[in-house]
């Protein structure tokens, strides 16, 4: 199982990019990098998701180097609504067993 | 969202009853997985199944067991309960294919007196 380490906490101002990183050392070939976003009392949701290199869509990007041990995930001008926990989850090639991380728990500042 | 549903929703009862938590899905994904969050922590996976008859525990499995038998309802219970199972349930579904992203139910919030 691909253990994950995060930041536990991060504060940012609006309008500032937020980058948040993800330690995933143990990544197998297949697995894929998942990060989820989660507002209080409900569950989690997806935001992106990444094999290699660079991925972008309309709410964030997502950096991985070749390696692959790592992820950083980037979130450009947040705003207050952004304050949320962001998890990374690495897939759990075979078992399909996930296991969160503790999440990094990101509050944006007027 | 995968049309995910738990019920139910809230839910308040006695110390020793058993409690039972449902998770259906319309899309009749493989994979389906409860986990638990309790105040101010991360999510613990519980049971996850991987088919119908098909499961396996997860991080924090005891004191509880779940069932398939069918391919869209996944069932949690809580054979009795105890104070500390007081927690939000939260089931996922693992979307089918390479990327497998999960996507989550509303979360059911039981409260153990």
């Known amino acids: 199982l691909a253990k994950t380490t995060q930041p536990i906490s991060m504060d940012s101002y609006e309008g500032q990019e937020v980058n948040i990183t993800c330690s995933h050392n143990?990544?197998?070939?297949?697995?894929?990098i998942t990060w989820y976003q989660q507002f209080p009392s409900q569950g989690p949701r997806f935001i992106i998701q990444g094999y290699k290199t660079k991925v972008t869509n309309e709410v964030a990007s997502l950096f991985i180097p070749a390696d692959r041990k790592s992820s950083t995930l980037s979130l450009p001008r947040v705003s207050l609504s952004d304050t949320a926990v962001y998890y990374c989850?690495?897939?759990?090639?075979?078992?399909?067993?996930?296991?969160f991380g503790t999440g990094t728990r990101l509050k944006v500042l007027a | 969202d995968a049309g995910i549903t738990q019920s139910p929703r809230h839910k308040v009862t006695e110390t020793g009853t058993p409690v039972t938590l449902r998770c259906h899905q319309t899309?009749?994904?493989?994979?389906m997985y409860w986990y638990r969050q309790d105040p101010g922590h991360g999510l613990r996976l519980i049971h996850y199944?991987?088919?119908?008859?098909?499961?396996d525990k997860g991080e924090v499995s005891d004191g509880y067991s779940v069932s398939r038998s069918k391919t869209e309802d996944f069932l949690l219970t809580l054979e009795s309960a105890t104070s500390s199972q007081t927690s939000v349930y939260f089931c996922?579904?693992?979307?089918?294919?390479?990327?497998?992203?999960?996507?989550f139910g509303e979360g059911s919030r039981l409260t153990v007196l």
């Open positions: 989850l690495v897939g759990a090639s075979g078992t399909y067993k996930y296991i």
């Open positions: 899309e009749n994904h493989r994979y």
């Open positions: 996922a579904i693992r979307r089918d294919g390479d990327t497998g992203e999960l996507f």
């Open positions: 143990n990544i197998a070939t297949n697995d894929y």
């Open positions: 199944s991987y088919g119908v008859k098909d499961t």
